[in-house]
């Protein structure tokens, strides 16, 4: 089994690594940040420097994604905090850390089960549901959505941002062919089975088998 995690859309280490350092870099590009924060939609963090910047560090690697997905990213990732303890780590140790140590993609962490052994997974599922029917529709609120739930979990469990590009890479991939992208291949049903399989591991059986 491989240490690493496994991607759907960035499965090169220099797309990974860009996006991670684009992250990283917030931490000393506070302003660039904060007005990401401010954003009340991805399509107004569309011109803003932080997003502009994350657009030229993938066009240059020539990642075939769209300009909009980017802005999608840099729109969602901005309300991740690098952790004390990835910090504290020298410069170049720390994507590698992060990749070894946080390697759950982020619909498995949703259906994570709360502390305490409530049988409950971290997002209930009435909010995962409607995050699925966000992620088939042309505008915000998916991604407004999605926000919402990594700045939630991230106080839990720390998020990997890298695996939550990819989720977003792919969901427009998707969007942009759906002919291609159904069934198995679908971003709701990959989704779907992250989340359910994960709830499945605690959840007891209704009828006590």
């Known amino acids: 089994m491989s240490d690493r995690p496994w991607f759907l859309v960035l499965r090169n280490t220099p797309e990974q690594q860009a996006i991670f350092n684009w992250w990283v870099g917030l931490e000393q590009r506070k302003g660039e940040r904060a007005a990401l924060r401010r954003c009340d939609s991805a399509e107004s963090a569309m011109k803003e420097i932080g997003s502009l910047r994350l657009q030229f560090t993938l066009q240059k690697l020539a990642l075939k994604v769209s300009e909009e997905a980017i802005t999608n990213v840099a729109y969602v990732l901005a309300h991740l905090k690098p952790s004390d303890e990835l910090l504290k780590q020298e410069s170049e140790q ?19 089960e709360r502390e305490g052994g409530a049988e409950k997974p971290l997002i209930s599922e009435l909010r995962f549901q409607r995050l699925l029917q966000t992620s088939t529709q042309q505008n915000d609120d998916f991604s407004i959505d999605l926000r919402r739930i990594v700045r939630h979990l991230d106080k839990e469990v720390k998020v990997n941002p890298v695996l939550v590009a990819d989720d977003i890479f792919y969901r427009f991939r998707a969007l942009k062919k759906p002919d291609e992208y159904r069934g198995e291949k679908s971003f709701q049903f990959k989704l779907a089975k992250d989340y359910y399989q994960e709830v499945f591991t605690y959840q007891k059986d209704e009828q006590g088998a």
Request: glycine share 6%.
């Open 94 to 112: 720390r994507f590698a850390l992060l990749m070894q140590t946080y390697k759950t993609r982020l619909a498995v962490q949703m259906g994570s």
